[in-house]
Antibody
Framework: EVQLVESGGDLVQPGGSLRLSCAASGFTFNNYWMSWVRQAPGKGLEWLAIINPDGSATDFVDSVRGRFTISRDNAKNSLFLQMNSLRVEDTAVYYC??????????????WGQGTLVTVSS | DIQMTQSPSTLSASVGDRVTITCRASQSISSWLAWYQQKPGKAPKLLIYEASSLQSGVPSRFSGSGSGTEFTLIINNLQPEDFATYYCQRYNVNARTFGQGTKVEVK
C-alpha cells in the first residue's frame, strides 16, 4: 500500500525557516518524480515544487522560488521541503504527492495527509 | 506561465443531476490534464488523468473530455458523496498548475 506521511509542520515567526519531511512507503520511491502542494486556509490548491527521481532536476512556482528548496534521500525513501524567509502568506497545509509517472501516465495519484505550517508573530 | 481557469467557481446542484465543470488553459497542454476531488479536511483525490482516463476505483459517473486548451469534467447522476470541491491541474511540463477550484454544493 502506497503511503506518504508528512511531518515538520509548526508555528514559526515571519522570516524564520522550517524543514518539512515526507516519508514514502509501498512503492519504488526512486522511480517517481515527487511534488509539494499547499493549501492556505479556505483557499485552493497551489502546486509548489517538483523533483525528479535522482534529485538532479527541480522546479518551483514563482512565489517560492529562491526561498524554498526541494530535495530527496532515495536511500531513506524521503522527500524534503526546506522553507526559508517564511512569510505570513506561507501559512497553509503542505502536502507531498507522488508525481510522474503515477498510475503510468498521471501526475499526483497519491497524497499524504498534510502538515500544517503557521507563520505568525 | 500557463494559467488554468475553471468555471463556474460554485455550482448548486441536486442529487441525480448532471454536473459540468469547465477548465481552460492559457495555452495548449495537449491532454496533460487531471481532475481532483477534495472534501473538507482531506487530501485531494485523483479522479481523471490524461484528460479522459478514469483513475482506478473512481465511479464511472465521472468522465472527462477535451484537449489543447478546453477541458470538461462531467458528473452524471450526482450522488450525495460527490458534493465537494473539484480542481483541474495541468502537468504538461515539469511545473504544474491547478485551477482555482469549483465547489459543488447542495441546491
Amino acid at each position: 500500500e502506497v503511503q506518504l506521511v508528512e511531518s515538520g509542520g509548526d508555528l514559526v515567526q515571519p522570516g524564520g525557516s522550517l524543514r518539512l519531511s515526507c516519508a514514502a512507503s509501498g512503492f519504488t520511491f526512486n522511480n517517481y518524480w515527487m511534488s509539494w502542494v499547499r493549501q492556505a486556509p479556505g483557499k485552493g490548491l497551489e502546486w509548489l515544487a517538483i523533483i525528479n527521481p535522482d534529485g538532479s532536476a527541480t522546479d518551483f512556482v514563482d512565489s517560492v522560488r529562491g526561498r524554498f528548496t526541494i530535495s530527496r534521500d532515495n536511500a531513506k525513501n524521503s522527500l524534503f521541503l526546506q522553507m526559508n524567509s517564511l512569510r505570513v502568506e506561507d501559512t497553509a497545509v503542505y502536502y507531498c504527492a507522488r508525481d510522474w509517472p503515477g498510475c503510468g501516465r498521471c501526475s499526483a495519484d497519491y497524497w499524504g495527509q498534510g502538515t500544517l505550517v503557521t507563520v505568525s508573530s | 506561465d500557463i494559467q488554468m481557469t475553471q468555471s463556474p467557481s460554485t455550482l448548486s446542484a441536486s442529487v441525480g443531476d448532471r454536473v459540468t465543470i469547465t477548465c481552460r488553459a492559457s495555452q495548449s497542454i495537449s491532454s496533460w490534464l487531471a481532475w481532483y476531488q477534495q472534501k473538507p479536511g482531506k487530501a485531494p483525490k485523483l479522479l481523471i488523468y490524461e484528460a479522459s482516463s478514469l483513475q482506478s476505483g473512481v465511479p464511472s459517473r465521472f468522465s472527462g473530455s477535451g484537449s489543447g486548451t478546453e477541458f470538461t469534467l462531467i458528473i452524471n447522476n450526482l450522488q450525495p458523496e460527490d458534493f465537494a470541491t473539484y480542481y483541474c491541474q495541468r502537468y504538461n511540463v515539469n511545473a504544474r498548475t491547478f485551477g482555482q477550484g469549483t465547489k459543488v454544493e447542495v441546491k
